[in-house]
């Protein structure tokens, strides 16, 4: 068993941010920038109101764990007056390539899997038009930030209005130099669902491509009354809303093995970020029960059992999970990935050696490096290595 105490260790991240600036639509006609996604703050800084194609909906700001120890905001970095200041700063400089780099060799990771921000909601947009448009937007802001450094893996954002546009946008994507394609656990609100036979050209663009499909969790829809997902109040509300999230990806990854994407398309790679990976084991023997006690109902018949699907298939990225390590050694998921959460406020920025040193101090250097750097590598072969100083 490897003991790296004392040592700086080196991981990858399946799960990262860009903040969008504000400017990042202001080269659309203006009747398709106003219904671009804007967030707008409540004067207490408690909730925020998002406004997205016609629709808009409220919800509570992440706030810091109270009594969260400072730790700085990386290499150079002016000191801060409150945490809020904190995040601020943190999301400007995160956005700069220079500094974010910094940032990144500062924490010791190496790589990282880059999804929007703000523009995670975009898929909520109706209007194929104004789909198209703000996708074409947000990617080529994307693709400005990836070009700074091979170390930047930045998800090409996908209109869902149209399953057409959704596959035009992958190709050009590809072509383009992405390597990983956001989804939403779910279609826009209306929409068919992943397993429903209308997504399947989509799947296979995303396979012929060799793109791989990023689902990050906490991406249901907006329904008409400006609804979003499942949202608890009152006594273990806050609890609540978090676990609730990570069900999303879990039901994703489901829909697209037993309809078949997966079976019919073995190249194709779907990755599910911040939703934890203890999970997969659990669902690989569920699915496989159903399949087999159940199989006169079963359609389509399927070429395997539908938990090497998963196994061989499909990713997971988790930031603090203490089961996740294990999942990888102890039931046999190879494809359990880390992850940090920059610039969030529930991630690992200030504290990731730590949280890195608590996770695989102990753990046999093998399943360690798969979890930290293997699983990414084979998912972004296209990622330089680690240099070998950084190898630990």
């Known amino acids: 068993m490897a003991d790296m105490t004392g040592s700086k260790i080196w991981a990858n991240s399946a799960d990262s941010h860009i903040v969008e600036p504000p400017g990042v639509f202001d080269s659309l006609p203006e009747h398709i920038r106003e219904r671009m996604p804007r967030s707008v703050k409540d004067p207490s800084g408690e909730f925020e109101t998002i406004y997205i194609d016609g629709q808009e909906f409220r919800r509570a700001m992440p706030k810091p764990t109270p009594g969260k120890e400072k730790k700085g905001l990386g290499i150079n970095a002016r000191p801060v007056d409150s945490e809020e200041d904190e995040f601020i700063t943190r999301t400007i400089q995160g956005n700069d390539p220079a500094h974010r780099l910094r940032d990144l060799d500062g924490e010791g990771i190496w790589a990282e899997a880059i999804y929007p921000s703000l523009g995670i909601w975009a898929f909520n947009i109706r209007t194929p038009e104004v789909a198209r448009a703000g996708a074409r937007a947000l990617n080529e802001f994307a693709l ?30 590809a072509d383009a130099g992405f390597h990983l394609g956001f989804l939403p656990v779910q279609p826009p609100f209306g929409r068919p669902d992943w397993n429903d036979e209308e997504w399947d050209p989509m799947w296979a663009a995303f396979a012929e491509t060799g793109m791989v499909i990023g689902i990050h969790i906490g991406t249901e829809p907006v329904d008409p009354s400006g609804r979003i997902g499942v949202y608890y109040r009152g006594r273990g509300g806050a609890v609540l809303n978090y676990v609730e999230t990570t069900y999303g990806g879990q039901r ?14 073995p190249a194709l790679r779907v990755l599910v970020s911040e939703g934890g990976a203890t999970w997969g084991p659990f669902i690989a023997d569920r699915m496989d029960e159903g399949y087999r006690q159940h199989g006169a109902a079963v359609k389509p018949v399927l070429s395997k059992p539908p938990s090497q699907f998963l196994y061989e298939q499909v990713y997971a990225s988790f930031q ?10 102890a039931m046999g998921w190879k494809n359990v990935m880390w992850g940090s ?45 680690l240099p070998a100083d950084r190898q630990s």
């Open 144 to 173: 400005d930030f990836q070009s700074n450094s091979p170390r930047f893996v930045c998800a090409a954002s996908i209109p869902f209005v149209d399953a057409d546009d959704a596959v035009a946008e992958i190709r050009w994507a």
């Open 252 to 265: 994703a990854v489901t829909k697209l093995i037993a309809c078949g994407a997966l079976d019919r398309h």
């Open 320 to 329: 603090h999970d203490r089961s996740a390590v294990a999942a990888q050694w």
């Open 341 to 385: 959460d920059y610039p969030h406020f529930e991630g690992t920025f200030g504290h990731t050696q730590k949280t890195l040193h608590e996770l695989f101090d102990g753990v046999d250097p093998e399943v360690s490096r798969r979890i930290r750097i293997g699983a990414f590598q084979e998912l972004f072969p296209h990622v330089p290595e």
